[in-house]
C-alpha cells in the first residue's frame, strides 16, 4: 500500500467510526466530545482486560488472587472513571471526621 493513501484511511475510518460522538452539540466543542468519545473506549477496554485477567485467575483457580485482583480493580476504577465524586466523597468523610 502507498504510504499517501494511509493517512487519508485513517482519516476515512475516523469518519466513518465516531462522526456522532465527534460533532455532537454543533461542533462547538470537538476536543472534549473527542475526549468522552476516547474515554468510553478506554473504560470498555479496562474492563474488557480485567474480565480477561479473572478468567486466568478463574481458570487456574486462584479464588483468593482473584478476589483481591477483583477488588483492586474496583477501586482503581472508580478512582479513575469518576475523581470528581471520589472528591467530594473524601471531603465529607474528611468534614465528617474532623468536625469541620
Request: charged share 10%.
Given at each position: 500500500?502507498?504510504?499517501?493513501?494511509?493517512?487519508?484511511?485513517?482519516?476515512?475510518?475516523?469518519a466513518l467510526?465516531?462522526?456522532?460522538?465527534?460533532?455532537?452539540?454543533?461542533?462547538?466543542?470537538?476536543?472534549?466530545?473527542?475526549?468522552?468519545?476516547?474515554?468510553?473506549?478506554?473504560?470498555e477496554l479496562y474492563v474488557g482486560v480485567i474480565a480477561i485477567?479473572?478468567?486466568v485467575f478463574l481458570l487456574s483457580k486462584r479464588y483468593v488472587e482473584l478476589a483481591i485482583f477483583v477488588v483492586a480493580a474496583l477501586v482503581v476504577g472508580v478512582f479513575v472513571t469518576s475523581p470528581d465524586s471520589v472528591s467530594k466523597a473524601a471531603q465529607g468523610i474528611g468534614e465528617t471526621v474532623l468536625g469541620q
Open positions: 500500500m502507498p504510504k499517501p493513501v494511509i493517512p487519508f484511511l485513517l482519516v476515512a475510518v475516523a467510526v465516531g462522526p456522532e460522538a465527534a460533532l455532537a452539540q454543533g461542533g462547538e466543542d470537538i476536543g472534549g466530545n473527542l475526549g468522552e468519545l476516547l474515554g468510553g473506549w478506554a473504560t485477567v479473572s478468567i
